[in-house]
């Protein structure tokens, strides 16, 4: 089975905030395939079902990304689910907005949602990471938490249609050739 997670902050205030990128994709996601609605367990989101002949569960944590780890262990361990098998999507302030990248395991990078996972179930996961830039003038929260002015929203809307497909080839390709085809700079 594999379990992934679209990193964000529960409530409408953070909806269309930089760290909501993983929330975004994921819902975005699910809506384009049609897969179903979520239900809540675990104080999180999540929605079991099977997808190219392989089961999964979409997971959307509602303990805020600063505790998304208890969330994710929870999943994990209920449903014996390998951190192999475990893909994070979520925003980074390293990698330039409008770019993305696959890694297969590391350090958090500084992000405390991803610290938070790995305090729980080890560095030994899947991320996609979509890149939201870095403002060095305003204060590291206060932008991570603040909306996509409106030139941002359309490079997010233009970078769908690849978040899209690499999600639908991480079912059917490893996840070597999956980074091989998708690491690269919009």
Do not use: C, W
């Not at 989101?45 to 999964?56: E, W």
């Not at 890149?131 to 929260?141: H, L, P, Y």
């Not at 030139?151 to 390709?173: A, G, H, K, R």
């Amino acid at each position: 089975m594999k379990l992934i997670v679209g990193l964000g902050n529960p409530g409408l205030e953070y909806q269309n905030t930089r760290h909501n990128v993983g929330f975004k994709f994921l819902d975005l996601f699910i809506k384009e395939k049609n897969l179903g609605e979520f239900k809540e367990k675990f104080n999180g989101l999540y929605l079991k079902t099977k997808y190219r002949n392989q089961d999964v569960i979409f997971l959307k944590p509602l303990s805020f990304m600063n505790l998304s780890g208890e969330v994710v262990v929870k999943f994990k361990n209920y449903y014996k689910i390998e951190n192999s098998d475990i893909l994070v999507i979520h925003d980074d302030l390293d990698i330039p907005l409008g770019s993305l990248k696959l890694k297969s395991q590391g350090s958090s990078g500084g992000h405390n949602g991803i610290k938070n996972i790995i305090n729980y179930i080890g560095e030994d996961f899947k991320r996609l990471k979509i890149g939201i830039s870095n403002n060095k003038e305003i204060d590291t929260k206060d932008y991570v938490l603040g909306n996509f002015n409106r030139e941002e929203m359309l490079v997010f809307t233009q970078l769908e249609p690849l978040i899209m497909n690499i999600l639908d080839d991480y079912f059917t390709m490893s996840f070597d050739r999956l980074m091989a085809e998708y690491n690269r700079r919009i």
